[in-house]
């Protein structure tokens, strides 16, 4: 499946942006969909994933509360709604794509979007 993340941007402390991956196939419905980010020096990192049929949902615990993950199948669409920035959330966030296996571990993904630039100021 091909992904394809937009929706990045520079926003103040505070503020909210929302997240689209957008994929390609109609088989895009058969993978559970992530989130991750990934700063400068840094490793990429866990944010939120949701199962194939959306009822079950994880967070990163540095996002619960703020972010809200959602999925449209009909549309091939997953969301990251991300509200109440801080500065630390500034990062290239990642959407991908996993057949199964630990949502949490990026190397349990088969396919990468191209990720978006998320910037908060201060």
């Known amino acids: 499946v091909q992904l394809q993340a937009s929706g990045g941007g520079l926003v103040q402390a505070g503020g909210s942006l929302r997240l689209s991956c957008a994929a390609s196939?109609?088989?895009?419905?058969?993978?559970?969909m992530g989130w991750f980010r990934q700063a400068p020096g840094k490793e990429r990192e866990f944010v939120a994933a949701?199962?194939?049929?959306?009822?079950?949902?994880y967070y990163a615990e540095s996002v619960k509360g703020r972010f809200t993950m959602s999925r449209d199948n009909a549309k091939n669409t997953v969301y990251l709604q991300m509200n109440s920035l801080k500065p630390e959330d500034t990062a290239v966030y990642y959407c991908?794509?996993?057949?199964?296996?630990?949502?949490?571990?990026?190397?349990?993904?088969?396919?990468w979007g191209q990720g978006t630039q998320v910037t908060v100021s201060s």
């Open positions: 991908g794509a996993y057949a199964g296996g630990t949502y949490y571990s990026p190397h349990e993904y088969d396919s």
């Open positions: 196939g109609r088989t895009s419905s058969r993978y559970a």
């Open positions: 949701m199962s194939r049929s959306g009822g079950s949902t």
